[in-house]
């Protein structure tokens, strides 16, 4: 059965203090790996796809990576901004639909 | 840039009763997913929708049905409404279907409440 599985649950930092989240998934055959982050009661937001092992991609102070069986979601000098809960899924070959983790919920504080 | 438009943003129904939402996909896109995602879950998946044909489907109730028509929006039609009903409804849209397609982009939401 395809599966995600995100850590931590939640995560609290100070503003600057980087560290990373993780994405752990098992899929038939993985056709791209995503991030969103998500607001509260808004909807998801796009941030990015990886498809290969070794693959990785930035938008300002996130860094994702993926390899055969986890992704990365690293935050360098994160701001208050950046609070949100941090959404990883994955798509299977042959199939549209996204198989959503349940998400870190990162909390930057002043 | 034109995102995706779900409507209403807010529903408040009685238990048994129906529902529809409606979404609107970016245009150009093809393809319109559902998810439903209650209160400190994630998103789960529904149904699926490509070039006006259901394409896959999730965990979708038999009280729920849904459509995609000629102008590529789709609507969620929701019957004999359950207070487990009550969570917020996500439409994504994309371009492609079952793989070839490109990332798929989020509505805001319809937060159904149903009392």
Known sequence: EDQVTQSPEALRLQEGESSSLNCSYTVSGLRGLFWYRQDPGKGPEFLFTLYSAGEEKEKERLKATLTKKESFLHITAPKPEDSATYLCAVQAFGQGNLIFGKGTKLSVKP | ?115
């Open chain 2, 1 to 115: 840039a034109a995102g995706v438009i779900q409507s209403p943003r807010h529903l408040i129904k009685e238990k048994r009763e129906t529902a529809t939402l409606k979404c609107y996909p970016i245009p150009r896109h093809d393809t319109v997913y559902w998810y439903q995602q209650g209160p400190g879950q994630d998103p789960q998946f529904l149904i699926s929708f490509y070039e006006k044909m259901q394409s896959d489907k999730g965990s979708i109730p038999d009280r729920f049905s849904a459509q995609q028509f000629s102008d590529y929006h789709s609507e969620l039609n929701m019957s004999s409404l359950e207070l487990g009903d009550s969570a917020l409804y996500f439409c994504a849209s994309s371009l492609g279907d079952r793989g070839m397609n490109t990332e798929a982009f989020f509505g805001q939401g319809t937060r159904l409440t149903v009392v």
